[in-house]
């Protein structure tokens, strides 16, 4: 290109197309088929064609940049989520502008709000927050799972859905007392893992005993695990005759593992333990744990999908209680099916 920038129409020129279809494909406008869009994306980067988003922001109006809001990156499920949103976005043709809530989340909107983003993405445990704050009205929220909220567009998993899985796996291997470690009480995934695996067990004609909670790190987790054995509520000849525990993630899953180990318990054989979220090392624990996958990937697709309003030519400038058009009512979630995944953890229960 004569060491000049390319521009539109050398992009164009190079994909065989107008300067207005080039201009809808930067735009994110969904009036172009896929071919020609995948065709137009191929010239743009053999032409080393890069987006001035500053003018692209003055000419439409949107900064081609997604807010973030998570309450940590310390637990694996934020930061898997984390990843997934940026990466839909980046297919996209969006930055992400990542906050942390730190003390205050509408100071962290407000940063959001200075860095000119078209739309917040608030993932995971930040969603229980956001349920319970003043939204600003000029932002357009995506939210991942969280309670009702007819202000915002909701993405989840099934949560309840992969615990109750979990919970029937367990029955089915013939275990009749099973324990729940479940995350922390404030927790909307939480709460939904818990009324999954109490709803198996009613199903099944089973008690739920009591709940022992961690707050998703793996030390959590052994302890929690250590109180059930300390109560006598788990574990072969235990007073309750719990052989099983279903485990409201995998982090802390790993840590009651340990938990067994240090009190000489076998698993599956004394305890059989199922996890949550399938995180990459789960196949390698000792032993491989049984667990339930979430799909982050199709989270981070539907998510952004719904916060962009792909379906409605993109994010516009509009209240965040204004749903997207052609979109189903904000008040009925986007879920995500879960599923269980069998590894050596689970066992039928000693006899």
Known sequence: MDGKRPSMADVAARAGVSGQTVSRVVNGSP???PATRARVEQAMRDSGYRVHRAARALRTGRTGTIGAVVSTLATVGNSLMLEAVTEAAAKRGYDVALVTIGDSLPAAFARLRDQGVDGVVVVNEAST??????????????????PADDRYLRVETDHAGGAAAATRHLIELGHRAIAHIGGPAASYAAAERERGWRSALAAAGLDAPPVVRGEWSSESGRRALGELIERGKIGHGAASGATAVVVANDQMALGALRALAERGLGVPED???????DVADAANYLPPLT?????????????????????????????ATEPAESAEPVAAPSIVPATLVVRASTAPPRR
């Open 291 to 319: 667990t339930v996958r979430q799909h982050f990937d199709e989270l981070g697709e539907r998510v952004v999908a719904s916060l962009v309003g792909e379906a409605a030519g993109g994010i516009r400038s509009t209240r």
């Open 31 to 33: 009036r172009v088929d």
């Open 129 to 146: 927050l956001a349920h319970a704050a003043d939204l600003p009205s000029d932002l357009r929220f995506a939210v991942v799972d969280s």
């Open 271 to 277: 305890v059989s333990v199922v996890g949550f979220d």
